[in-house]
């Protein structure tokens, strides 16, 4: 199982690949990821912490990548397993490409969901 792991930088993305070679990592991957994220309208978010709505939200996904060069896009739907203190017990993601942005916000709204 892999985690993506979420970070707020205090410095540019260029200084932290540079700070990061320094300390002798190498980059295998490097691309710009632009996620939007779509949840089922009959959801009452009020009710509902982060985990458990991410946890219904369907991922547009918009990736440009530069290590290889190519742009890709497509749907993703992480299904994860949480726990009652919300740690991760299991998950898996399905991910279907498409060809543009405007096809994936179009299956958006024939799901009738929110953004």
Known sequence: MSNEITVKLKCSIKELCNLLEKKEFRI????????T????????LKD?????????AI??????EFIPERKVIKLTFKNKQIDDKGNIL????????????????????MLYIKT
């Open 37 to 44: 994220y779509f949840i089922p309208k009959e959801l009452d």
């Open 90 to 109: 299991k998950q898996n993601k399905i991910d279907c490409e498409i060809l543009n942005v405007e096809t994936g916000k179009a299956f958006k709204e």
């Open 48 to 56: 509902m912490s982060n985990r458990e709505i991410l946890s219904r």
């Open 28 to 35: 295998v991957e490097k691309y710009i990821l632009d996620d």
């Open 59 to 64: 991922l547009l996904r918009d990736i440009t």
